[in-house]
């Protein structure tokens, strides 16, 4: 079968084997922003994956940027180091091109894992003050932001551009701003969360400003060969919140300043679980985006099979399609996904003997009749 999820994809002078994706994915496991043991079996296994792109996890811009005390930054030395050491890793037997998200958590900064309830961590607790648009705090429980100064918007700003310089400087392949989830920069396009009274607050010129602003100094010190991105939160899924109206008006924006493709997320800026969570429920805003802004898009959220997958792709809906959990779960879910669609998805070489189409026809036929 011809697949259109496993057709190449060329962004810039990158070209993607494929149109799969693995998608930022927040581990919680570093030791002061430098990538530890765990990145090297997580980063690398993915790599080998099958997927044409893996990016790496949300990556912070200053420490005050994370949202625990356990999340990846790239703000010095040790960090470049570790995450070089990573990518070597990567490189060496997989085939996946490597991105990475930069970004800043803002007001849902300082907090702890998810995993032991992610609750506000007050200074006395190893927390810190966070900083926002507006000191309106995330929700209940969590600290009030400071509304950020001229001071907090030349730091942030020179930050987002030493971490891209940093980005560049280690080959990463793709890079992307973080711009959803209620993170600071999504926090000053939702009108939910940005009630400035200044050139960066109030008509949606103004809060698409800073973002914009952070956007073309990261654009200058990118690789012109390369693609740079950016992942939002298309709607709020709120009554006076983003609408995916004002995110394509966003997004051609974006585009005139250099932008290669949205990743197409939702929500985040109120803890509101989006009504429509279910199978595909963001692709609608990919298609949008694609179609009325005229840039590439990538789907992502709740997307299992590999032919749901390929329909987003063969449907142009989409050009690239991220699945997170479902890589967590799976973590050669590209494989799959192209033994469902009949196409060998690619591998690492001492993988061989699984990927041989005999046996997946034997496992395939095993599967329809097992007992
Ligand atoms: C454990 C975990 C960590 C995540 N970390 C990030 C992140 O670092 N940056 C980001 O933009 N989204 C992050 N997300 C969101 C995912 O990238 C993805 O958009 C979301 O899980 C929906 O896709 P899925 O239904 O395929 O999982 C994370 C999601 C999970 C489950």
Known sequence: MTSQLFSPLALRELTLANRVVVPPLCQHCSDNGVA????????????????????FEMTDVEPEGRITPYCAGLWNDAQEAALARVIASCRKYGAAKLGIQIAHAGRKASCDVTWKGGKFLEPHEGGWQTIAPSAIPFGDGHGTPRAMTPKDFDRVLDGF????????????????????????????????????????????????????????????????AKPLGVRLSCVDWVEGGTTIEDTVIFA???????????????????SIVPPLLRANYQVQFAERVRREAGIATRAVGMIFTGKQAEAIVAEGRADMVAVGRGYIDDPRWAW????????IAPFASPTHTARNANWIKHKLEASKTAP
């Open 36 to 55: 530890t043991d765990w990145h090297m079996q997580h980063l690398p296994s993915l790599a080998i994956s099958g997927a044409g792109l893996v990016v």
């Open 161 to 224: 551009v030493s971490a891209t310089r940093r980005a560049a400087r280690l080959g990463f392949d793709s890079c992307e701003m973080h711009g959803a989830h209620g993170y600071l920069l999504s926090s000053f396009f939702s009108p939910l969360s940005n009630r400035r009274e200044d050139q960066y607050g109030g008509s949606i010129e103004n809060r698409m400003r800073f973002p914009l602003q952070v956007f073309r100094a990261m654009r200058e010190v990118w690789p012109a």
């Open 252 to 270: 051609k924006a974006l585009k005139a300043a250099g932008c290669d493709f949205i990743c197409c997320s939702s929500g985040g800026i109120v």
């Open 336 to 343: 799959h996904a192209g033994d469902e669609l009949g196409v």
